[in-house]
Nanobody, 123 residues
Framework: QVQLVESGGGSVQAGGSLRLSCAAS????????MGWFRQASGNEREFVAG????????DNADSVKGRFTISRDNAKNTVYLQMNSLKPEDTAVYYC????????????????WGQGTQVTVSG
């Protein structure tokens, strides 16, 4: 079955960096668009970043532009989210998700989701 497993979360001071990874299995990874979403306590899940099959096209939420970078390695079936200049408002559970086509920002179009990894930014 399809599995998406996030890793790399943790606690960091404001201004610090983290790199999230999402390892995929059970699907033809290079045929899927990938997205990162986050959900803070009491809030709805929101789009963070998306990347095309080849990695040649990306989209980022305005709140993370210039700070977060999404990338992928199709040989390793893995998508990454490099997070720099972290702020307390970035605190959330971060999820990766996979879809075959359509808008990166539309949550309802994603077929597969990971279990999430917690990111906590203090200070």
């Amino acid at each position: 079955q399809v599995q998406l497993v996030e890793s790399g979360g943790g606690s960091v001071q404001a201004g610090g960096s983290l790199r999230l990874s999402c390892a995929a299995s059970g699907l033809s990874f290079s045929f899927y668009r990938m997205g990162w979403f986050r959900q803070a306590s009491g809030n709805e899940r929101e789009f963070v970043a998306g990347i095309s099959w080849s990695g040649g096209n990306t989209d980022n939420a305005d709140s993370v532009k210039g700070r977060f970078t999404i990338s992928r390695d199709n040989a390793k079936n893995t998508v990454y989210l490099q997070m720099n200049s972290l702020k307390p408002e970035d605190t959330a559970v971060y999820y990766c998700a996979a879809r075959r086509s359509g808008s990166y920002r539309d949550l309802s179009g994603y077929a597969y989701w990971g279990q999430g990894t917690q990111v906590t930014v203090s200070g």
